[in-house]
């Protein structure tokens, strides 16, 4: 199993610049989720998905949309980047809104010019 | 809202060394709390967790114990290895919130030989 996978890895974008990250879990989880991690402030919810067809907006949603393509997969999108946007982001999926377990994927490292 | 504070980093010790970080938090009702680290390069892994009150969590020579009275979940190992150098970030779920996690900004531990 590869578990929660996603790319790329690393980014560079100009401002104003749109993106798309993807990710993917091989788990058969309900439930995904996208984080941004920043220095001294920890983890971030952007967007999560509780199961297929849904998604709702977590703490910062702002600038960015995302889509549950299948119970799969579960892409970010930045339509125009910002210099605020550089981050360090995380997919993560779990069993469903009641599991004590998020499992998390290796990160894409975003930098805004 | 809910919220989570750990103590600020970097920790550097010696190998064998006892660790001690720091983790306090906010909620409301009774939370389910986490420990999570994360490798150099990785994404975050769970340690170990506490669902309820005075439950101990254990894993891999860490322990927390979930500690009601002055809402604290402090991380402690009794000999720490230079393979134990990562960040640790301590986490909540709580009652009140749909399967979202709540997570601290996050300890860097290094260890040196």
């Known amino acids: 199993n590869a578990g929660v996978t996603q790319t790329p890895k690393f980014q560079v974008l100009k401002t104003g610049q749109s993106m798309t990250l993807q990710c993917a879990q091989d788990m058969n989880h309900n439930s995904m989720y996208w984080y941004r991690q920043d220095p001294g402030m920890g983890l971030r919810l952007i967007y999560y998905?509780?199961?297929?067809?849904?998604?709702d907006k977590g703490e910062v949603p702002n600038g960015y949309n995302v889509s549950r393509l299948n119970k799969r997969e579960f892409s970010l999108r930045l339509e125009s980047a910002a210099p605020s946007q550089t981050s360090v982001y995380f997919c993560a999926s779990s069993d469903g809104p009641g599991s004590y377990e998020q499992y998390f994927g290796p990160g894409t490292r975003l930098t805004v010019t | 809202g809910n919220s989570v504070t750990q103590m600020e980093g970097p920790v550097t010790l010696s190998e064998e060394a006892f660790l001690t970080i720091n983790c306090t938090y906010t909620?409301?009702?009774?939370?389910?709390l986490f420990w999570y680290v994360q490798y150099p390069g990785e994404g975050l892994q769970l340690l170990l967790k506490a669902t309820k009150a005075d439950d101990k969590g254990s894993n891999k020579g860490f322990e927390a114990t979930y500690r009601k009275e002055t809402t604290s979940f402090h991380l402690e190992k009794g000999s720490v290895q230079v393979s134990d150098s990562a960040v640790y970030f301590c986490?909540?779920?709580?009652?009140?919130?749909?399967?979202?996690?709540?997570f601290g900004a996050g300890t860097q531990v290094v260890v040196t030989p």
């Open positions: 998905s509780a199961s297929e067809g849904t998604t």
């Open positions: 909620a409301t009702g009774y939370p389910s």
């Open positions: 986490a909540l779920k709580g009652t009140d919130s749909w399967g979202k996690f709540q």
